[in-house]
């Protein structure tokens, strides 16, 4: 048996005049591939910054008591949680996980800026404290606010996301 050999690269069988008929991906499919892949990206930075969060505010309960960070704790770990259902949505195209996960996640990275904020200017009117209770406030404000700017995208991938899944409306 003798095998056919190609010639010039064109697959066997075929005279080279058949890419007309070939399938093209639709671009709304193809946006939908792009924005995931950075989403993808979005989450993991924005899950690393709640969890050094996280660390930080285990870290300050040695010297504070744990009623005062009780709120903020829960808070990072329900942004965690609501980042799981975001990349759940994200990965298997569900529509309603990933407009809870905006909400969810739109209100603990509200609340842990407040918090930040809040501490912030409290520990600025106080102007008492240690050397090392100094540095320990400032990473955990710079932690809150790179977590705001990259939710302000995060919400607009999204949302984006969500349009082009969605099907296309038709004209009645």
């Not at 003798?2 to 010639?7: D, E, G, H, V």
């Not at 710079?142 to 899944?165: D, P, R, S």
Request: proline share 3%; glycine share 6%; aromatic share 12%.
């Amino acid at each position: 048996m003798q095998r056919k050999t190609s010639t010039m690269g064109r697959p066997s069988g075929t005279d080279g005049f058949d890419f007309s008929y070939r399938m093209v991906v639709d671009s709304r499919y193809q946006k939908v591939a792009r924005t995931k892949s950075i989403l993808r990206s979005f989450f993991l930075v924005q899950a690393i910054t709640l969890l050094l969060g996280l660390f930080l505010l285990i870290f300050q309960l040695a010297s504070k008591d744990l009623a005062s960070r009780g709120p903020e704790i829960a808070a990072t770990a329900c942004g965690l949680i609501s980042l799981i259902i975001g990349e759940l949505g994200r990965k298997r195209s569900r529509v309603n996980l990933l407009k809870i996960f905006m909400a969810t996640s739109s209100i603990v990275v509200s609340f842990l800026v407040y918090c930040a904020v809040q501490k912030y200017l409290t520990f600025r009117t106080a102007m008492s404290s240690s050397y090392w209770e100094t540095v320990l406030e400032l990473p955990e404000v710079a932690l809150a606010l790179v977590g705001f700017a990259f939710q302000i995208f995060i919400i607009g991938y999204t949302k984006h996301l969500i349009t082009n899944m969605s099907p296309p409306k038709r004209a009645s």
